[in-house]
């Protein structure tokens, strides 16, 4: 948004300086951060680096690169010399999200992870969860759950959205609310959850999920 950091091919990079702006750390916080991230592989170090022959500008992680880079547009090897970065004096360290964590995070891996944290919290003795499921039953719709647990013995599955609507029209919405009642039964269900990243729930879903799951 052209805030701190670079943007490469619509990612964005950020340096020490830009991860100090943006989490108002200060730097031997921000310092302990970002190792903290590289150490759990939630992102890599790199340099960004100009290629010499069709001049594109790219990041480029540690292991992509020794004493040349092969640019990512025209393959040409480039030797890391002066005119491969911008600044003044030497390259500085770039930091990306990995690319995994990076489309989590574009899909909302925040909704079903903080609602499974929530679920998990004391006094729970006992936890077990795996990650969303899409499930196909013969001559049925297939049907994607976002969340599924088991806490303290009890089968838990749910709902987390972003949005505050399971979906977006009232008969979507209902279609999906007598699919989950369905899954909710032929698997003995303990518990429905729902979570959602807005402010709350609209009316109609609280009127429909309460009415055909229950």
């Given at each position: ?189 303990d518990r429905f959850v729902m979570a959602t990243a807005s402010a709350g729930w609209n009316p109609r879903t609280l009127e429909n999920v309460g009415r055909l799951i229950g």
């Amino acid at each position: 948004d052209g805030g701190p950091g670079r943007i490469h091919h619509e990612r964005k990079y950020l340096r020490l300086i830009d991860v100090i702006k943006l989490s108002h750390l200060r730097i031997h916080d921000a310092r302990q951060l970002l190792d903290r991230y590289i150490e759990r592989r939630i992102v890599t170090r790199g340099l960004e680096l100009r290629c010499e022959r069709c001049a594109d500008t790219s990041f480029y992680r540690l292991e992509e690169f020794g004493a040349k880079f092969r640019c990512q547009r025209c393959r040409q090897k480039n030797l890391i010399v002066k005119s491969s970065w911008r600044d003044l004096q030497e390259p500085p360290w770039f930091y990306a999200l990995d690319e995994v964590v990076y489309h989590a995070l574009n899909c909302n891996v925040h909704v079903p992870l903080l609602a499974l944290d929530d679920l998990a919290k004391p006094p729970v003795q006992s936890f077990l969860y795996m990650p969303e499921a899409v499930i196909r039953i013969p001559n049925r719709d297939q049907l994607e759950v976002d969340l599924w647990a088991i806490v303290d013995g009890e089968i838990v599955i749910g709902e987390a959205k972003k949005s505050d609507k399971l979906e977006g029209t009232k008969r979507a919405e209902i279609a999906r609310c007598n699919a989950l009642r369905a899954l909710v039964d032929d698997l003995s269900v303990d518990r429905f959850v729902m979570a959602t990243a807005s402010a709350g729930w609209n009316p109609r879903t609280l009127e429909n999920v309460g009415r055909l799951i229950g």
